[in-house]
């Protein structure tokens, strides 16, 4: 099995270019450190933390329809249906699922998944 790094998506509504082309159909790349702290640098985040959004998807929506890019004007000029349908799917993306590990019960013999809780690790 392969490991994912691109998700393709389709918008609720789409983004309508100049033209009047409506694209809905596009793809997500995983996020890396440098999507999620270069951004901070930027000054129109400084004057407004909520552009972060902005700059984040611009970096991450790697294809829009048959645009020949995603910039931070394609986002801004989104619907916001499907700005909220392109957070949601990075947060659902970007977050760590629980890693598990699979043992045998010890009581019924049966293979189970017992999750892995990194906090309550004691010393090693």
């Given amino acids: 099995m392969a490991f994912q790094t691109e ?3 389709v918008l609720p509504r789409g983004y309508l270019d100049r ?3 409506l694209h809905r159909e596009g793809t997500m790349r995983l996020a890396n450190a440098a999507d999620e702290i270069l951004p901070l640098r930027d000054p129109r985040v400084q004057q407004n933390p ?3 959004t902005i700059i984040l998807l611009a970096r991450v929506v790697t294809r829009l329809g048959s645009l020949s890019g995603v ?3 394609v986002i801004e000029n989104l619907f916001t249906m499907d700005l909220a349908y392109l957070q949601d799917l990075y947060q659902r993306i970007n ?3 629980t890693p598990v590990y699979k043992t045998v019960c010890p009581h019924c013999g049966e293979e189970i998944e017992v999750p892995v809780n990194f906090m309550e690790a004691g010393p090693f």
């Fill in 7 to 9: 998700y393709d998506f």
């Fill in 19 to 21: 033209d009047g082309i």
């Fill in 50 to 52: 909520g552009y972060l």
């Fill in 71 to 73: 910039d931070t004007h």
């Fill in 95 to 97: 977050t760590m699922e």
